[in-house]
């Protein structure tokens, strides 16, 4: 679990939400921490608009590991 999570940082989902266009692995930022355990998370498309805005347990999220390159794929395989 991230129990460091902090404003802007970069994250990974760890979970599908289908009704947002999400997969797991998608990148989002993270724009607000709610403690005990909630994060606010922002996630855009190519053009930098936001895909969704989503508030997710710190379970659901994960930190990018330097080991980890980022990958591109189409809104529409959601």
Not at 34 to 61: C, H, M, W
């Amino acid at each position: 679990m991230n129990v460091n999570l902090s404003l802007l940082d970069t994250v990974v989902l760890e979970k599908d939400i289908p009704n947002v266009g999400l997969k797991r692995g998608d990148i989002g930022a993270v724009v607000e921490v709610y403690e005990p355990d909630g994060v606010e998370v922002e996630f855009v498309n190519g053009s930098g608009q936001t895909q969704a805005l989503v508030t997710l347990k710190r379970i659901d999220v994960r930190s990018v590991a330097d080991s980890e390159i980022f990958a591109v794929r189409s809104l529409h395989a959601a």
